[in-house]
Every structure is written in structure tokens, then in C-alpha cells.
């Protein structure tokens, strides 16, 4: 167990739905990241909130949104969703954001894997 | 801007042989470099990381990785490959500074037997 808690693990759903993915970081940890996961384009960086803001945004399409609430928990939102959305999704935690002195260690759920049908 | 490329997307050894994964990355400043494994069906979990003090990083599971700056290049290996070793690995980098990471597109090592 990371410590990195996602929910739901396995979602299905029709085209043109509305879901949200949940996640908890690690206690202690107030970075979360989210990443999206296919066959073709692989791990892509998604979003990043630190202490409830947002951070860095990557490849996150208009239809996707994120929050990270104050007791910084985060919910990834996918609306209008296509076929193309079916992935996994994974939230990473980290301790604080741009460590000059060392590397920014990210932990990982175990993923939310979204499936449109 | 950073990049990682991670040679060959299936890597096939037998149960006892040298395991070896190539990565070279793109950094226009010292970077960090990580190796992350996820077995089936489950997330990522670090293997080792570099931080720029020893170029070569011993991680979990008898796993050890060489910084090779001239080369850009941090590939990972194993003296010989257990069953157990099967799944996929990522190799990712991130810049001092920087909070994310910038994962290649993987390589899934079957072992057989």
C-alpha cells in the first residue's frame, strides 16, 4: 500500500457522461498529481495542485477538471466523455513542490481505470 | 524542454539472464532521473532514483541503474532475472526545480522461463 488512495478502481460508463475520480495522498504530503495512462500516448501528465492550488497543468483537455480540496484531497472531473477518454488514471502525492536541493520523489496510486462505452 | 526515450517497448530475457533497459533523456539542465515499476494491475512504484550524487544508484530488488551524462543515458539492470521481474518499467525524468515528472512510454520485460 503507497498511501496514495484512489477511488473508484474500475468505472464504466457511456459516451457523453460525466464521472469524477477521487484521491487521498499520502499524510503528509500536500502536491497531488494526476496522470492518464493509455496504450498509445502512455503516461501523460495531467495536473498538479499544491496546498489547494493549481500548480502545472499538462496535457488536460477543456472537458477535464481538477480540485484539491482543504483537507487536500483531489477529484479529477471528466465530462462529455468519448471513447478516447477510456484509460486508467492515476494521482500521485508528493511532500512540497520544487525541491532545488533534491529530487521530487512522487508517490502513486493504484490507479482508476475508466472505461466508455 | 525534457524528454526521456526508452529503447525498445518489449524487452524478452530468460529466468537468470542480465536484464538491461535502456533510457536516454533530454534535460537542458542537470536533471534527476527515476526508474518507476508497475506490475499488472497495479500502480507505480520507485526502483531508484538519481540525484546527482553517486552515477550509479542501487534500488529495490536487486535492480541498479548507471548516470552516464556523455551519454545521456541511465539504463537499468539486473544480474540475473527472476520471475518475478516481469511488468512494466518507466523511466522518468524531472528538473531541479521542477515538481513533476516526465515519464517514457515503458517497457514491458517478460521473463521466460
Known amino acids: 500500500d503507497s498511501g496514495v488512495t484512489q477511488t473508484p478502481k474500475h468505472l464504466i460508463t457511456a459516451t457523453g457522461q460525466r464521472v469524477t475520480l477521487r484521491c487521498s495522498p499520502r499524510s503528509g504530503d500536500l502536491s497531488v498529481y494526476w496522470y492518464q495512462q493509455s496504450l498509445d500516448q502512455g503516461l501523460q501528465f495531467l495536473i498538479q495542485?499544491?496546498?489547494?492550488?493549481?500548480?502545472a497543468k499538462g496535457n488536460i483537455l477543456e472537458r477535464f477538471s481538477a480540485q484539491q480540496f482543504p483537507d487536500l484531497h483531489s477529484e479529477l472531473n471528466l465530462s462529455s466523455l468519448e471513447l478516447g477518454d477510456s484509460a486508467l488514471y492515476f494521482c500521485?502525492?508528493?511532500?512540497?513542490?520544487?525541491?532545488?536541493?533534491?529530487?521530487?520523489?512522487?508517490?502513486f496510486g493504484a490507479g482508476s481505470r475508466l472505461t466508455v462505452l | 524542454a525534457q524528454s526521456v526515450t526508452q529503447l525498445g517497448s518489449h524487452v524478452s530475457v530468460s529466468e537468470g539472464a542480465l536484464v538491461l533497459l535502456r533510457c536516454n533523456y533530454s534535460?537542458?539542465?542537470?536533471?534527476?532521473l527515476f526508474w518507476y515499476v508497475q506490475y499488472p494491475n497495479q500502480g507505480l512504484q520507485l526502483l531508484l532514483k538519481y540525484t546527482s550524487a553517486a552515477t550509479l544508484v542501487k534500488g529495490i530488488n536487486g535492480f541498479e541503474a548507471e548516470f552516464k551524462k556523455s551519454e545521456t543515458s541511465f539504463h537499468l539492470t539486473k544480474p540475473s532475472a527472476h520471475m518475478s521481474d516481469a511488468a512494466e518499467y518507466f523511466c522518468a525524468v524531472s528538473e531541479a526545480g521542477a515538481d513533476g515528472l516526465t515519464f517514457g512510454k515503458g517497457t514491458h520485460l517478460i521473463i521466460q522461463p
Open positions: 534535460s537542458s539542465v542537470p536533471p534527476y
Open positions: 495542485y499544491y496546498n489547494g492550488e493549481e500548480r
Open positions: 500521485a502525492s508528493s511532500p512540497i513542490p520544487g525541491q532545488a536541493s533534491g529530487a521530487n520523489v512522487l508517490t
